[in-house]
C-alpha cells in the first residue's frame, strides 16, 4: 500500500501564497510521477500541476506563472508553491502518485481563497 499525506492547505486572502506538500510512504517502488489534481464544488476534478522522476513538469494554463511544482526525491515528497492566489483557486487539492502498479490518492487538502 501507499500511503499520501497532504499539508498545507488553508484560507488565504486573493494575492497571498500558500504551500502545499504531500509526503508518500508505504510500498513506493519507483515512482514515475506525482502532482496535484484539485476539485471544485460542482466541477470536475482536473489537474494542477505534475512531476516526473526525471523533472519534467506540466502545469494547466490557468495556473502557469503562479504556481510552482517542487520534489524531493530523497523524502519522496511533492510541493506545490501557489503564488498570487485567486477565488477561482478554491478547491480540494489532491496529491497522486503514479508508479508501475497504478495510481494513488492522498485524501485532499481545503484550499480557500477568500477575503
Known amino acids: 500500500q501507499v500511503q499520501l499525506v497532504e499539508s498545507g492547505g488553508g484560507l488565504v486572502q486573493p494575492g497571498g501564497s500558500l504551500r502545499l506538500s504531500c509526503a508518500a510512504s508505504?510500498?513506493?517502488?519507483?515512482?514515475?510521477?506525482m502532482g496535484w489534481y484539485r476539485q471544485a464544488p460542482g466541477k470536475e476534478r482536473e489537474l494542477v500541476a505534475g512531476?516526473?522522476?526525471?523533472?519534467?513538469?506540466n502545469y494547466a494554463d490557468s495556473v502557469k506563472g503562479r504556481f510552482t511544482i517542487s520534489r524531493d526525491n530523497a523524502k519522496n515528497t511533492v510541493y506545490l508553491q501557489m503564488n498570487s492566489l485567486k477565488p477561482e483557486d478554491t478547491a480540494v487539492y489532491y496529491c497522486?502518485?503514479?508508479?508501475?502498479?497504478?495510481?494513488?490518492w492522498g485524501q485532499g487538502t481545503q484550499v480557500t481563497v477568500s477575503s
Open positions: 497522486y502518485l503514479a508508479n508501475r502498479r497504478g495510481q494513488y
Open positions: 508505504g510500498s513506493i517502488f519507483s515512482i514515475n510521477a
Open positions: 512531476i516526473t522522476s526525471g523533472g519534467t513538469t
